[in-house]
């Protein structure tokens, strides 16, 4: 453990704020946690009560800010010299490290206790298990031990989906090992291509991403071969049950880009200017987003689609 961990992380300078504490819980991530769950409880087979499914999504969206609360934590001292990061509230000396333990603690108790409650407790365990996963060996271990941290790390944000059948389900099917295999495929390139673009601030943290311990063009390399399995992968879910003509669609034509991308980062010239190098991996890190939120966007129509079919 860091000693920033030890000692609290930062020394609170200023009064906290509301919207400091909330930054705690990762908001951006919160987002996508929260629209995979809700993807995964819509598409699955059994219908849910709309207020069962509301407390559901929302006990889902505590514990992943529960997960960044604590991941903040820990990761206090990397914040802290990383340019990115820098601006948390620990860091910054809004928000003590105790009080960022104390609050992602509660959290992950009350989350997973009270979607228990409202669903099921095998969708509780699973929630348990990935908080789990994300602070323990994604966090604390993986994440400055091994260059292939986000590789491994990356199930934790591919859980949601699983969390969100298991609520209407109340186990795990196919599909939702589909929905989690799509977004455990799309981490690597996703963060990769960030780290490329933010290099520096690892090197200056000196946590272990690819691109500090085997260099860009290694990097490259593993970003075009992530994606081409990641296009097999998208693709072919579009002629299982949770696909469609529509995700089809979606798939073929963000996939395209998505191996465009890729190539282009893969062919960069080591000699080009670091600005230019900069736009073509920023861009491919931009579509990434694009590219999840729209497979499963895609996956949420196709449930909708086939759910009016049945009513007909």
């Not at 299982?240 to 190539?263: D, E």
């Amino acid at each position: 453990m860091s000693d920033a961990s030890i000692n609290g992380a930062a020394t609170q300078t200023q009064e906290a704020e509301f919207g400091d504490y909330f930054a705690l819980l990762k908001p951006r991530v919160m987002s996508l946690v929260v629209f995979t769950a809700l993807v995964g409880l819509l598409a699955a087979p059994v219908s849910v009560h709309p207020f069962v499914g509301f407390c559901a999504i929302l006990f889902i969206a505590v514990g992943g800010g529960a997960s960044g609360a604590l991941n903040m934590w820990w990761d206090a001292d990397i914040d802290a010299v990383m340019k990115r990061t820098a601006r948390r509230p620990i860091p910054a000396g809004k928000v003590t490290g105790d009080e960022a333990l104390a609050i992602g603690l509660a959290l992950s108790g009350f989350s997973v206790v009270f979607l228990g409650l409202a669903s099921n407790w095998f969708a509780a365990g699973l929630l348990a298990f990935t908080i789990f996963f994300y602070v323990v060996i994604y966090t604390m271990w993986l994440k400055r031990w091994t260059p292939q941290n986000i590789v491994i790390g990356g199930a934790a944000g591919a859980f949601p989906p699983m969390i969100g059948w298991a609520v209407a389900t109340g186990g795990v099917s196919i599909e939702s090992v589909l929905m989690f295999c799509l977004t455990f495929m799309w981490t690597p390139p996703h963060f990769w291509a960030l780290a490329l673009f933010m290099r520096k601030d690892y090197d200056n943290a000196d946590v272990p991403m690819l691109t500090v311990t085997h260099g860009r063009r290694v990097t490259r390399v593993h970003i075009l071969a992530y994606t081409v399995l990641l296009a097999v992968l998208a693709i072919g879910a579009g002629f299982t049950s949770i696909g469609g003509p529509v995700y089809l669609a979606v798939a073929l034509v963000l996939n395209a880009l998505f191996l465009k991308g890729a190539w282009d980062i893969f062919r960069r010239d080591e000699d080009m200017s670091e600005e230019d190098n900069f736009l073509v991996e920023r861009k491919f890190f931009k579509l990434s987003l694009l590219y999840l939120f729209a497979h499963f966007g895609a996956i949420l129509i196709e449930a909708g689609l086939d759910r009016i079919g049945g009513l007909a």
